[in-house]
């Protein structure tokens, strides 16, 4: 019989089939990447097709916005989000509006056309954090945004780009899903005194059948009420609220976390199309003793249909104890 | 600039992107239906190949399972939800399950293969209506179900069959999104002493240029902060919480709204796939005064991204003043 779940952050009911009992190679890859490497504005040498980078680690001695970069960040070229003007917050009506004041950015992960997190040098993937961590304190020093998140759409489908990228975005307001997760997270925590996200490390350490990786200061895990198939999420042991105030020696050990869960992602469901996100407290003290950073990755697998959209919960064919078993289980190199 | 705008009943912001400012013919069809007439279990003639009738209209004398029905209510044959069994409300550490008990029924609109709500006879839309409100009411004589739905999701791509279906559902528990509604909608009653719904009602007929359609009953629009493009939705004009308990006098102009509405919606997009949802009131008297049902419409014409899923806010390249004109302005039969 299907067993409805209930996730403990956002309160969403799911429904977990495993009459369907999904396993990963049930899943079709249904688009091929497109080849765009000779049109890429992301490779090095094509920096003049881009806006004019906002931070880049390269070689000493060579200029902004030319070769011999290893990580370049620059604003998008059709942003969600501007950071020209002012809020402008107003009312139509019962109804209200504000201008999109905001930052819209976008990490090149590497020069390399066909580098992606999973396949690239570890250092490489440390290097990334890195530039999150440096340009997200840079963009926090303007009071005018309330929270900002790091994105990723990867594969044929999500992205205009196959070039690996990914998006930084600052938001003069709270998103919706961010809102629901600190009222879940205060809830628990009136409650028991207790971060929410702590509570969850430990039982998934405790319960040990959705986990897929552990090191010293990481955990990760396929969510006990998982929306969709094999998502996972990447969740600092210790209690943290801000990524960006990441502590240098967590850094290595998060990078380590993110590529072999990547790595995994990719040997389990090899070329399928994913979304990563990585939500940190939105910046006030308010939340810091219940708000805790993590990453969640959703491989893009099922369709959402007309009952999800109506209803809020979901419907997914795969246990994520067997998701769990399939990534912990897999040889990587 | 982009707009941000916040749904009063959601509290959700949305990015309307009139820069990106796609038209209808922007949006290309992406997969054509099958022709599946030969193996469709919904024909007329194949009622053995389907679990038997809930509820059917059809000629006096002919026998139940068999042919001479117009509309005819089936249990799904794969159901995400099952009425045996007990709830098994159950705590796993400290994660919550139940067993999912509820019904999932199908509604076979027609007895033809090729016809569709926004094709058929008037006096066929009604008939679905009044068999969606009859089998609503029976099912609610159960007291395990808390709330139920009827879900449309219509198209290539959006369900295994091409003949014109919906789907009633029945849960143990009020589904998060309907949960968020009525939060909105309390609060809003609690600040005004009026009902939410009402005043949107009342708002759009006053601004005019979000209507598509209007009759002495009913209103069609495209809501102020549209999440998706050509998203539409249809509201009884006068307080009502319960579609089920709708009045039969009523039953004939919301198939007029409702019918009017997907003529328009296939003229301006032709062929292209939507999920329809209907909200009611969960079963129990406490949300009368605030809640009001209504029918949701979403043309499936973009890609929900990582930006989505992660902020829970959502980008709309067509702003809802530009799709309710052209919903408006377009010539029907």
Request: net charge negative; hydrophobic share 35%; aromatic share 10%.
């Amino acid at each position: 019989m299907p067993q409805l779940r209930k996730d403990p952050i956002l309160k969403q009911w799911v429904i977990i089939s495993p009459e369907r009992g999904k396993r990963p190679s049930d899943y079709k890859k249904t688009i091929e990447e497109p080849d765009d490497s000779a049109e890429c504005p992301f490779c090095e040498g094509k920096e003049h097709l881009t806006p004019n980078e906002t931070l880049s680690f390269r070689t000493a001695g060579t200029d902004a916005n030319k070769k011999g970069w290893w990580v370049r960040i620059i604003p998008d070229s059709e942003p969600i989000l501007r950071p020209e003007g002012e809020p402008g917050r107003e009312g139509f009506g019962m109804f209200d509006a504000m201008n999109s004041i905001g930052v819209h950015e976008v990490v090149i992960e590497s020069p390399n056309h066909n580098s992606r997190i999973h396949n690239a040098t570890n250092d490489q993937v440390r290097e990334i954090i890195w530039a999150y961590k440096q340009r997200l304190l840079e963009i926090k020093k303007n009071p005018s945004y309330k929270h900002f998140m790091v994105v990723k759409n990867s594969g044929a489908g999500l992205s205009n780009f196959t070039h690996s990228h990914s998006h930084i975005i600052a938001t003069p307001i709270i998103p919706k899903r961010v809102e629901e997760e600190i009222e879940g997270a205060r809830e628990y925590y009136h409650y028991h005194d207790r971060c929410l996200f702590c509570d969850i490390v430990k039982q998934e350490q405790k319960d040990q059948m959705r986990l897929v990786y552990e090191n010293d200061q990481f955990i990760v895990f396929c969510p006990f009420a998982s929306r969709f198939p094999f998502e996972m999420q990447i969740m600092p042991k210790s209690h943290q609220p801000f990524f960006e105030m990441i502590e240098n020696n967590l850094v290595q050990t998060f990078a380590d976390a993110l590529q072999n869960t990547l790595k995994r992602q990719e040997a389990v469901l090899p070329g399928q199309p994913y979304n990563m996100v990585l939500h940190t407290s939105p910046c006030s003290d308010s939340y810091k003793d219940f708000y805790h950073w993590h990453v969640e990755i959703i491989p893009k697998l099922t369709k959402v249909a007309g009952f999800e959209w109506g209803s809020g919960f979901y419907i997914n064919p795969t246990t994520p104890e067997d998701a769990a078993k399939a990534l912990r289980d897999i040889a990587i190199k």
